[in-house]
């Protein structure tokens, strides 16, 4: 995934004055200003806004028949994460993983992948749009990620979740240290009836390409919004301070923080 391909989203905008903008002056440009960028941001603010007036907080996205489940499915991103610890668990068939809650909840807890899938699960067909422009119909087993909120407890100050993950990405310089994947959403779409943490893909047990041992769904956003390999999930009142401060690993690289669809 390459910083240039924006989120598709932006080139809509036209109503709002921007398209012109970006036509003339060029994404890179526009996004390197502090008048792009708080155009950029308004944008990204009307997209929510908009999506949270036509859908309630329960309206689904759009569930396929199986016949419909796309015969090939690309694992884009991380396919195969190098991380010593994340090998360890993988070698072992994530026997020993725990995937760890915690943040600003009243009951922190850690929970085996044997213990999620005791939960309650959602099976859903949906569509995988991703903002490079392929778009793929799949199959997931999960369990809600509601499940674990309710569990742990949230405090009052909590705004949002988030996620991080085993493998890391590319670094800008030699002397810096590969940032870990990292994504958040709010508790709107943390409670969404389809946002699950998936441990199985066609029925099958979530492989390696795709993220095992479990990865997010929340089927209302892009694809870069379902992060993979998940390590941890925190809940928290602000992501300012959370690494590059834009909410997600691509968000901080000039995304949209929300990716709604």
Same mark, same amino acid.
């Given at each position: ?48 806004? $908009? ?22 499915? !690309? ?23 725990r995937l760890? &809650? ?11 992948l ?32 509601h ?13 949002? &979740? ?19 994947? !990292?994504?958040?959403?709010?508790? $709107? ?9 998936? !441990? ?7 492989? &390696? ?14 694809g870069?919004?379902?992060?993979? !390999? ?32």
């Open positions: 995934m390459k910083r240039k391909n924006l989120d598709r989203r932006r080139f809509l905008l036209g109503g709002l004055g921007l398209g012109g903008a970006l036509a003339l002056g060029g994404c890179g440009r526009l996004a390197a200003s502090r008048t792009g960028q708080n155009a950029l941001q308004a944008g990204d603010d009307a997209t929510q806004f $908009v999506q949270r007036l036509l859908m309630t907080p329960q309206t689904l996205a759009p569930e396929f028949p199986a016949s419909a489940i796309s015969a090939s499915f !690309y694992a884009n991103g991380t396919t195969d994460p190098g991380e010593a610890d994340y090998k360890a668990l993988a070698a072992n068939q994530f026997a020993d993983y760890k &809650v915690g943040g600003l909840v009243t009951t922190p807890f850690e929970i085996s044997s213990e999620l899938r005791a939960l309650p699960s959602r099976t859903q067909i949906t569509r995988h749009d991703c903002v490079e422009g392929w778009s793929a119909i799949g199959q997931w087993t999960g369990a809600p990620l499940l674990l909120l309710e569990r742990a407890g949230l405090k009052p100050e909590a705004r949002y &979740v988030l996620f991080r993950c085993f493998d890391t990405m590319d670094s800008d310089s030699l002397d810096t240290p590969r940032p870990h994947y !990292y994504e958040t959403v709010d508790l $709107v779409d943390a409670y969404h009836p389809q946002t699950i943490l998936a !441990y199985d893909m066609g029925g099958a047990a979530l492989g &390696v390409p795709h993220g095992a041992p479990l990865r997010l769904r929340v089927e209302r956003q892009l870069y919004k379902m992060p993979k !390999y998940l390590k941890s999930i925190e809940v928290i009142d602000s992501f300012a301070a959370v690494d590059g401060g834009k909410g997600g690993y691509w968000e901080d690289q000039g995304y949209d923080w929300y990716a709604g669809i």
